[in-house]
């Protein structure tokens, strides 16, 4: 298996799993108690980064804030996308919802255009467009919510924009929401993802552990 340190908290034996991607500088412990948050019984897996910035994690190299080795990001979100693959055989899980934050939310966009078939959809924090050219791919209507900040000094907001219509010109359901907050998180953040997931899991039938979030 792509060797990623990893933390993996079982859950629910029947529920939808979340891949936990943290933002830079975090790590595998991040992001559990968001996951807990939005989706209480759900199985979790969540990786560390393995590209340091100044010793910092994150899921692939940039040039600057904003400007991403496109390289690196092809190869890194493949190989992230191996690592779910082989981690959903070696536990036992069904495909996962990626909850991802800014750098961990940019590589799970990267891996719904790269790898689609790794992912059951995805919740984006503070995402942006991770590659210029994207690859042709079919999203076949996997539900995805992205929640921007209107005033993200990061993420400009054509750039959020541009990413909902990337997605969706490539099949995905997305559902794109915009609060009054930067790039950091808000309660209004763990709201949404958890009302957003409960929808997801009464469509998705069997995913019983989220529905008990509600
Ligand atoms: C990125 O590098 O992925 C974005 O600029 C978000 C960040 O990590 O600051």
Redesign the pocket.
């Known amino acids: 298996m792509s060797a990623f340190i990893h933390r993996f908290e079982p859950g629910a034996p029947d529920g939808r799993p979340l891949l936990l991607l943290h ?2 500088g975090g790590d595998e412990n991040d992001l559990i108690p968001l996951g807990e948050a939005v989706a209480p019984s759900a199985p979790l897996l969540s990786p560390r980064g393995k590209v340091l910035e100044h010793g910092m994690p ?3 190299r ?1 040039l600057a ?2 400007v ?1 080795d496109e390289n690196d990001v092809r190869h890194r979100a493949d190989e992230l996308a191996d690592f779910v693959e082989n981690a959903s055989k070696r536990y036992g899980l069904a495909a996962p919802i990626a909850l991802g934050y ?2 961990g939310a ?2 799970a966009a990267a891996m719904l255009l790269r790898q689609p078939q790794a992912l059951f959809g995805a919740i984006l924090l ?1 995402a ?1 467009v ?1 590659l210029s050219s994207a690859p042709r791919s079919d999203l076949g209507d996997k539900p995805v919510l992205i929640i921007s900040g209107a005033q993200d000094p ?2 400009p907001a054509s750039n959020s924009a541009h990413l909902a219509e990337l997605l969706r010109g490539a099949g995905a359901a997305v559902n794109h929401r915009v609060l009054p907050v930067g ?1 950091g998180l808000s309660n209004e953040d763990v709201t949404l993802a958890r009302r957003w997931l409960n929808d997801v899991a009464r469509a998705d039938g069997g995913a019983t552990a989220l529905a008990k979030g509600s």
């Open positions: 933002g830079t994150r899921f692939f940039r804030e904003g991403f800014s750098n940019n590589v503070r942006m991770p990061i993420v790039h």
